[in-house]
């Protein structure tokens, strides 16, 4: 025997859904890890590397590229010598820090609930 359908109570997003909107700037593997390492401020490709040991060169790289084409970061070619590229917040990604806090604090917890256990 089928089980009925219930109703979904909650309400409707807007449209265009925000949530949506929200998460597909923020999408992609290491995308919020790379967002928090740059909250302190302008870090280079290397850098970013050691702040996230798991990443590859690769992934990094594309992920960088991303951030920066949906306007989370932006990327400055420094004329030394060598040259160097650095890469930054900009107001929108700064946005989105906050929103990456509360995510923090409830992995907190939920680690915390998975010791007690």
């Known amino acids: 025997m089928a089980l009925k359908m219930r109703r979904n109570k909650s309400p409707q997003p807007p449209q265009p859904c925000m949530l949506t909107e929200c ?13 928090w390492s740059l909250r302190a401020g302008p870090r280079r490709f290397s850098e ?12 990094l790289s594309a992920r960088l590229t991303e951030l920066e084409q949906r306007g989370v970061l932006v990327r400055h070619v420094r004329r030394t010598s060598p040259p160097s590229t650095e890469y930054e917040l900009t107001p929108l990604g700064f946005e989105l820090i906050p929103a990456l806090d509360a995510i923090v604090q409830v992995g907190h917890r939920l680690k915390a609930l998975d010791t007690s256990a």
């Open 23 to 35: 998460m597909s700037v923020i999408a992609g593997a290491w995308a919020p890890n790379v967002i």
């Open 48 to 59: 970013l590397r050691a702040d996230i040991p798991p990443i590859s060169a690769k992934v």
